[in-house]
């Protein structure tokens, strides 16, 4: 908006401000900012779901890539990581690895989602 008609607007709608200084609106502007909004509150929990969620596809992938049980995910990988997050890092493993799903339905249910994937783009591709 063009700053004459930003004045004129200050004056008639809110004629109680015309005496601020400039530094009250930028913290006006700054808290409007900062506020917490729908979109942020949501953006952060989605990305850290989101991080489990790919790190369960990955290992997924390498789970069928060696062929062994779809159960080794539970029974192996989860407690190494667990063991090379507290040894490595020295911090608590229980929260990320909670946030990894690696149950044998669940490793199951991603291999055939990424093969039926495979198969769609090969035959859409043919």
Do not use: W
Not at 57 to 80: C, D, F, R
């Amino acid at each position: 908006m063009k700053p004459s008609k930003l004045q004129d607007h200050l004056r008639r709608c809110h004629p109680d401000k015309t005496e601020n200084d400039l530094k009250y609106f930028q913290t006006v502007k700054d808290k409007f900012q900062k506020r917490p909004t729908l979109d942020r509150t949501f953006a952060s929990t989605s990305q850290r779901n989101d991080d489990g969620l790919r790190a369960s596809y990955n290992i997924s992938l390498l789970v069928a890539k060696s062929g062994k049980p779809h159960t080794i995910g539970e029974k192996l990988i989860l407690p190494a990581v667990e063991e090379v997050l507290k040894t490595v890092f020295h911090k608590p493993a229980s929260d990320i690895i909670k946030r990894i799903p690696l149950s044998n339905n669940t490793v199951e249910r991603r291999i055939e989602e990424m093969s039926s994937d495979i198969d769609s783009f090969l035959c859409n591709y043919l």
